[in-house]
């Protein structure tokens, strides 16, 4: 397997804690036809990072930059839980298990099953973990 | 080194005393005679001319105020008709009332001189095109630099403050090489030809800029030069001396004052002493050849220190230091003395942050709390919320060491703290007095 076809693009937008930012990345998103499969918002005191999983991240990254949004991009994975009880535990506990740290990460049920996106300390070592496990992981390519 | 007036500039630090002296005795009895205000203000200090029988009894004189501008509005301050006046300005009134400036052709003239000498020192002449973009009409800024500019025979754009993106396409189509403003309008000229695709180092030929009318840090002036690969000189000049007048040299070791045209002192704001040479304290002006109006001890607020050692230049006039404040800027709280100018100083060492920040000064209980705002920059923005908690610990606490007082820093975002074309407020004080 090639661990880089499973490294997704995540965008993370720094955001002031205060109303309509939200509105303001995502109408932002919308003007450029760009399709959102996932985000979270983390709040701190006062900002907060916007981190979202979307379908064309290269033109959503110097869209928002032209805006003036100070946008980065992270290295995340995509893997395939069981969407039953025990799902979540089964992939927390392998990467427990390799010693690999969540950094932080979301969730999404999906129709057949649900997605968890992960943010991990080293993102190709989890990769062939996880993969080696036998889960199921999505390729970057998924999200187009 | 080019002079201007090298007769003057080099001038031996004694004639220039004597000559001070002569101006200064010559003033006070035109003054004591002609000017009611200050005759009545000399009288009620038991003052009189005669008192006046070496350079250092200036200390004997009364001092003016701002106040006594706005207390003279509009003009009952004046010395002279109007017949003989050929030019007002009316101060921005930043700080209260409008405060109305009064010129004869002598007083114009004097304050062109005062700026050929100051921008020849600052290496600009025939062949440079000057882009004046301070503001034309009553504030000070834009005609007074015009005339300066063209006096020594370089080529004025005059294109005042705003749409800047069209200032940006005549820089660039005029070949400007140097310009002048507020530092906080050059931040933006620098932010929006980034946007445009226009780098200035080069696709511009700007050298130079000459800015001032707000205070600003020499960390700020590394950081403009470091970003706009040019030079940046410090202009100094108030409405009530004219608008700008002095500017430092190539050397840029402080700001020459021409000492046939001013007297400076240095005092301590809370007694109205002079302090120990080299000292910092409240500039103090004396305007000797002014005919308009007088300008006697004129207490300006600003806080600086006085040098009269030869500059490597060599010019032998008075330099005054880099201005770190204005007393009327000066914040306190919880007691303890802020310059705003302190906090900026501060940012300009922390890369992570941008160039442009506000204080917002406010009042929870009986306390006093200290906001200050600051663009996050592109390099410092890491998905990691815990790198963003870090870098606003590290602001606060290099803000908390400068200013001795705890100061809660929050991170927004790039381009939302307002800019400024004119001069710029930046602190907003909440606090009910």
């Known amino acids: ?144 | 080194m080019v002079m201007w007036n090298p007769r003057v500039e080099q001038m031996p630090l004694q004639d220039q005393k004597d000559l001070q002296y002569k101006l200064l005795k010559t003033l006070i009895y035109k003054l004591y005679s002609f000017n009611e205000f200050y005759c009545k203000r000399m009288k009620e200090f038991g003052v009189h001319p005669d008192d006046i029988r070496s350079l250092d009894d200036i200390s004997k004189l009364p001092f003016m105020y701002k106040s006594d501008f706005r207390d003279n509005y509009p003009d009952t301050i004046f010395n002279v008709t109007h017949e003989e006046l050929v030019r007002y300005h009316v101060s921005s009134g930043t700080t209260g009332k409008p405060t109305v400036v009064g010129y004869t052709e002598k007083d114009l003239e004097m304050w062109t001189e005062s700026l050929a000498r100051a921008l020849t020192a600052c290496e600009l002449g025939r062949g440079d095109v000057i882009q004046v973009s301070y503001g034309y009409g009553l504030f000070t800024g834009g005609l007074g630099m015009h005339y300066g500019a063209e006096r020594i025979g370089a080529t004025v754009v005059p294109s005042g403050v705003g749409n800047t993106e069209r200032q940006i396409e005549l820089m660039q189509d005029l070949h400007v090489t140097s310009i002048a403003c507020t530092p906080s309008y050059l931040l933006h000229i620098g932010e929006v030809a980034e946007k445009m695709g226009v780098d200035i180092r080069k696709d511009t030929n700007l050298k130079s800029a000459v800015l001032g009318a707000e205070p600003w840090s020499g960390k700020m002036k590394n950081r403009i030069e470091d970003w706009l690969g040019i030079r940046a000189y410090n202009i100094y000049g108030t409405s009530e001396l004219s608008g700008p007048m002095f500017t430092e040299c190539s050397e840029r070791k402080g700001i020459h004052i021409w000492s046939d045209i001013a007297l400076v002192e240095i005092l301590d704001p809370d007694t109205g002493e002079a302090v120990a040479p080299g000292d910092k304290g409240e500039l103090t002006i004396t305007l000797l050849q002014k005919e308009a109006f007088p300008l006697v001890r004129y207490r300006v607020g600003d806080i600086t220190s006085m040098t009269e050692e030869v500059c490597p230049c060599g010019r032998t006039h008075p330099r005054i230091d880099r201005l770190s404040g204005r007393v009327d800027d000066m914040l306190i709280i919880r007691g303890i003395n802020v310059f705003p100018s302190q906090v900026e100083h501060t940012l300009m060492n922390i890369p992570e942050v941008g160039s442009h920040f506000q204080i917002i000064v406010d009042k929870h209980g009986v306390l006093d709390s200290m906001l200050v705002r600051v663009e996050v920059a592109e390099s410092a923005f890491s998905d990691k919320i815990s790198d963003l908690m870090v870098l606003k610990k590290k602001v606060e606490q290099s803000l908390r060491n400068a200013l001795n007082i705890s100061v809660s820093v929050e991170l927004t975002e790039p381009g939302s703290l307002p800019r400024f074309e004119g001069k710029s407020k930046k602190v907003i004080d909440r606090r009910e007095l």
Do not use: C, W
């Open chain 1, 1 to 144: 397997m090639i661990e880089e076809d499973y490294i997704i693009k995540q965008i993370s937008v720094f955001s002031e804690n205060r109303p309509g930012r939200l509105a303001a990345v995502a109408g932002a998103l919308k003007e450029a036809g760009i399709n959102i499969f996932a985000f979270s918002i983390a709040e701190a005191d006062g900002f907060g990072v916007i981190r979202t999983i979307v379908d064309q991240p290269i033109k959503a990254h110097d869209m928002l930059s032209n805006l003036g949004f100070r946008v980065s991009f992270t290295d995340v994975i995509a893997v395939v839980m069981r969407d039953e009880p025990g799902g979540l535990y089964d992939i927390a506990e392998m990467l427990g298990n390799a010693e690999i740290n969540i950094e932080y990460a979301y969730a999404y049920s999906g129709k057949e099953n649900a997605i968890l996106i992960l943010r991990v300390d080293s993102t190709k070592e989890a990769v062939k973990k996880i993969h080696d496990y036998g889960e199921e992981l999505l390729k970057a390519s998924r999200f187009k």
